[in-house]
C-alpha cells in the first residue's frame, strides 16, 4: 500500500504541491473522497477549501464504469464509450436525471446557501483521492475554468496511467502512477467511504 488513508495521502500530496503557496491559490476538493485529502492540501497551502461537486454517469448495470460526468452546469460525455456499448439516449438521460438529482442534493447539503469561492483570476488547485477514468476529474476541472479560473492544477495522490489531461487541465500533479492500476483503493491500506458528514466536519473545523 502507498498511503494509510485518505489524510495521510493528502499530506504527501500537500509536500509536493508547496510550490504554489506563492500564488495564493484555492483548493477545491471533490466531494466526498477528495475533501479529506484536499484539506491537507489547504492546510499545507495556508490556502481556502471548498468543494467542486461533480457526478459520474455510470453505463447501465455498471455505475462504476463511467461514460462521462455532470457538473455544475457542464456535462462531459464519453460518446466512443457510449457507442461501444450501444447506451441508448433513452439509458443516457434516465442516468442523467438521476445524478442531476443526486448533484444538486449535494450542492444543498454541502454548501448550505453559502455560494461558492470567487475563482477569477485565481489559481485552482482541485483535489480528488485517485483519478481511474478521469471523466469526474475533467468534468471537475471543466466547472472550474468555467468559474473563471486563471490556472487549474489537478493533483491527486494515484492515477491510472490511461487519464491524459485535457485542455481544462494546465498541469497535472499525480504522486503515483503504477503500471498495474485496477483500482483507487487497492492503494490505500483504509479506503473507508467518506460521508456526508465527513465532508461536513472538513469543510467547516470548529
Not at 468543494?51 to 460525455?77: Q, S
Not at 434516465?94 to 483570476?121: M, S, T, Y
Request: aromatic share 6%; hydrophobic share 45%.
Amino acid at each position: 500500500m502507498l498511503f494509510r488513508d485518505r489524510s495521510d495521502a493528502g499530506q504527501k500530496l500537500a509536500a509536493k504541491l508547496d510550490y504554489l503557496t506563492a500564488e495564493m491559490p484555492i483548493v477545491l476538493g471533490l466531494p466526498r473522497g477528495g475533501v479529506p485529502v484536499a484539506a491537507q492540501v489547504a492546510h499545507a497551502l495556508n490556502a481556502p477549501l471548498d468543494v467542486i461537486v461533480v457526478r459520474k454517469l455510470g453505463v447501465p448495470y455498471n455505475d462504476e464504469f463511467a461514460m462521462g460526468a455532470i457538473g455544475e452546469n457542464v456535462e462531459v460525455l464519453n460518446e466512443g464509450t457510449i457507442r461501444s456499448l450501444g447506451v441508448t439516449r433513452e439509458q443516457l438521460q434516465r442516468v442523467r436525471a438521476r445524478e442531476q438529482k443526486e448533484l444538486a442534493r449535494r450542492l444543498v447539503r454541502f454548501r448550505n446557501d453559502r455560494p461558492p469561492l470567487d475563482l477569477h483570476g485565481r489559481t485552482a488547485v482541485v483535489v480528488d483521492d485517485g483519478i481511474a477514468t478521469g471523466a469526474t476529474a475533467h468534468a471537475a476541472c471543466q466547472v472550474v475554468r468555467a468559474l473563471g479560473a486563471s490556472r487549474v492544477v489537478l493533483a491527486v495522490p494515484v492515477s491510472s496511467l490511461a487519464f491524459v489531461p485535457g485542455d481544462n487541465i494546465d498541469e497535472f500533479v499525480s504522486l503515483h502512477r503504477p503500471a498495474h492500476f485496477m483500482a483507487i483503493g487497492q492503494w490505500f491500506t483504509d479506503f473507508t467511504q467518506t460521508t456526508d458528514d465527513e465532508v461536513l466536519r472538513w469543510l467547516n473545523p470548529s
